[in-house]
């Protein structure tokens, strides 16, 4: 069947350091990928996207690369700061399915001090 | 904030009621979707609306139903809940749909079917 899915659903990091949180998708046909972070009672928060003609794309302290060969992608985040503690998903959508968003189970990302 | 409220933030019903929950989209943005989020899990589509117009739906039965109204408000509406129906629902609106259309969550509304 089709899916997104994450590789940890936990991540602990240090303060300062770089994170680097993955995501597997099944469907080769998928042709847009997003990231979410969703704190703790909130709504999901869109991070950065990408389509399947690049391969990588930079934001403010976060980069996205997306490998099709192996329809894998990842998210990393730079000097990751307690800020960034929250869940992450992928998420990815295709013409095809109307541009449905199909999400990952997530990522806890954990900052220690 | 993302400028998307839903109301309430928690409800408590019990199997076989019926409940509707509500969602404040940003104003001009003609696109709102539905996803219930179980605990610990991805949000799972429900359905779109377009212009007060279904354009997509998820693997959902069709005791879950949605209306948009013109004026940037939607529901959601869930007969005969069941116990699997405890989720957190959150409503997104976004511009229009399709690529490049970033959506803006809401905070969600807690369900709680007993």
């Known amino acids: 069947g089709e899916s997104v899915g994450l590789h940890l659903p936990t991540l602990s990091v240090q303060e300062g350091d770089n994170s680097i949180i993955n995501c597997a998708y099944s469907?080769?046909?998928?042709?847009?990928f997003i990231w979410y972070k969703q704190e703790s009672g909130k709504g999901p928060q869109f991070i950065i996207d990408i389509r399947s003609n690049m391969d990588k794309r930079q934001g403010q302290r976060v980069t996205v690369l997306l490998n099709k060969t192996v329809k894998h992608l990842s998210l990393q985040i730079a000097a990751t700061q307690p800020g960034d503690s929250a869940v992450y998903f992928c998420a990815e959508t295709r013409r095809d399915s109307n541009y449905q968003l199909i999400w990952g189970a997530g990522t806890k990302l954990i900052i220690k001090p | 904030e993302t400028g998307v409220t839903q109301s309430p933030t928690h409800l408590i019903k019990t199997r076989g009621q019926q409940v509707t929950l509500r969602c404040s989209s940003q104003s001009g943005h003609n696109t709102v979707s539905w996803y219930q989020q179980a605990l610990g899990q991805g949000p799972q589509f429900i359905f779109q609306y377009y212009r007060e117009e279904e354009n997509g739906r998820g693997n959902f039965p069709p005791r879950f139903s949605g209306l948009q109204f013109p004026n940037y408000s939607s529901e959601l509406n869930v007969n005969a809940l069941e116990l699997d129906d405890s989720a957190l629902y959150l409503c997104?609106?976004?511009?229009?749909?399709?690529?490049?259309?970033?959506?803006?969550f809401g905070p969600g509304t807690r369900l709680t079917v007993l």
């Open positions: 469907n080769s046909a998928s042709d847009y």
């Open positions: 997104a609106s976004s511009l229009n749909w399709g690529l490049d259309n970033e959506q803006f």
